[in-house]
């Protein structure tokens, strides 16, 4: 089956622990995107890549990171720098940026303790 | 920047009503714009993708409008049904074709 999968689904961190969601696509696509999501709020754009090797900062980047060393896995580190890391996170891919829909991930629910 | 605004916040409706959510944006100058479902703690999917030259786009019971001048599109579903009970997302492309900005969402409730 052709599809995207994030895992964990649920993910628990101690204060100061730096923890990496995991995202894989096989549909082939080159441009991927980590989102985040929180209670009231939309989705908002945390990083961006568009081909292996290469990503972009979104519009809340500051205490995460990223890499693209392979086509089909893109994932996300949440470092102890990010204030407020509890929320939904979504991955989402595309055939290339800007081009067609996104299609999203299952999700990984982050709690902080 | 983009913002993109959902109203109303959440709606019930009988079963076999139609219905129409509704989605504004601030900037028109936009790639194309977006309707998403999210079931509750479960990823996004795409419901119907309209391109900024067009008007609408149907997709069985679903029909989405677009109105670039006036910043607005409208999602409309006819004889809803309960497993249409979902949380609905607009999202605007801008013309950089870059990200998508989305709206706070329209959460769904179909009655039996």
């Known amino acids: 089956d052709g599809g995207i999968t994030q895992s964990p689904k649920y993910l628990f961190r101690k204060e100061g622990q730096n923890v990496t969601l995991s995202c894989e696509q096989n549909?082939?696509?080159?441009?991927m995107y980590w989102y985040r999501q929180d209670p009231g709020q939309g989705l908002r754009l945390i990083y961006y890549?568009?081909?292996?090797?290469?990503?972009q900062k979104g519009d809340i980047a500051e205490g995460y990171s990223v890499s693209r060393e392979k086509k089909e896995s893109f994932p996300l580190t949440v470092t102890s720098a990010q204030k407020n890391p509890t929320a939904f996170y979504l991955c989402?891919?595309?055939?290339?940026?800007?081009?067609?829909?996104?299609?999203f991930g299952p999700g990984t629910r982050l709690t902080v303790l | 920047k983009q913002e993109v605004t959902q109203i109303p916040a959440a709606l019930s409706v009988p079963e076999g009503e139609n219905l129409v959510l509704n989605c504004s944006f601030t900037?028109?100058?936009?790639?194309?714009l977006q309707w998403f479902r999210q079931d509750p703690g479960k990823g996004l999917t795409s419901l119907l993708l309209?391109?900024?030259?067009?008007r609408e786009q149907t997709s069985g019971r679903l029909n989405a409008s677009l109105d670039k001048s006036s910043g607005r599109s409208t999602l409309y579903i006819a004889a809803s049904q309960p497993g249409d009970s979902a949380t609905y997302l607009c999202?605007?492309?801008?013309?950089?074709?870059?990200?998508?900005?989305f709206g706070t969402g329209t959460r769904l409730t179909v009655i039996p």
């Open positions: 989402a891919s595309s055939p290339s940026q800007g081009q067609g829909t996104q299609y």
């Open positions: 549909l082939n696509h080159d441009a």
């Open positions: 890549s568009q081909i292996v090797n290469d990503f």
């Open positions: 900037d028109s100058a936009i790639y194309n």
């Open positions: 309209i391109q900024s030259s067009q």
């Open positions: 999202a605007v492309m801008g013309t950089g074709a870059n990200n998508l900005f």
